[in-house]
């Protein structure tokens, strides 16, 4: 179950660091809105799996899974760049991922 709280605490980071974006400077009141609760269930997910998982590993899978998804959404939804490197640094951060979880 801390795993699950972990992954969904990393999606909702990908939700609040995506939505900075359709906030405008914080000047649009409903993705403002959206951002800010993204923001709470992300920190109130992790705080959770933290109870059970080490807070180092927690702490770096999260920022990992919303490093990830932001960079991939960014790709996605406002055309940032794919370059060999941009990519090659993606999948570090994976394998990285994958190695906290499995050694944890």
Do not use: Q
């Not at 993705?31 to 992790?46: D, E, H, N, R, Y």
């Not at 998982?53 to 959404?73: C, D, E, K, N, S």
């Amino acid at each position: 179950m801390p795993w699950i709280l972990l992954t969904l605490a990393g999606l909702f980071e990908i939700g609040w660091a995506i939505g900075l974006k359709y906030t405008d400077g914080f000047t649009r009141f409903v993705p403002t809105a959206l951002t800010a609760a993204s923001m709470l269930v992300s920190i109130v997910l992790l705080g959770l799996a933290v109870k059970t998982l080490p807070m180092g590993t927690a702490y770096a899978i999260w920022t990992g899974i919303g490093t990830v998804g932001t960079v991939i959404l960014g790709i996605v939804l406002f055309a940032e760049p794919v370059t060999a490197m941009r990519l090659g640094c993606i999948a570090l951060i994976i394998t990285g991922i994958l190695g906290l979880k499995f050694v944890a």
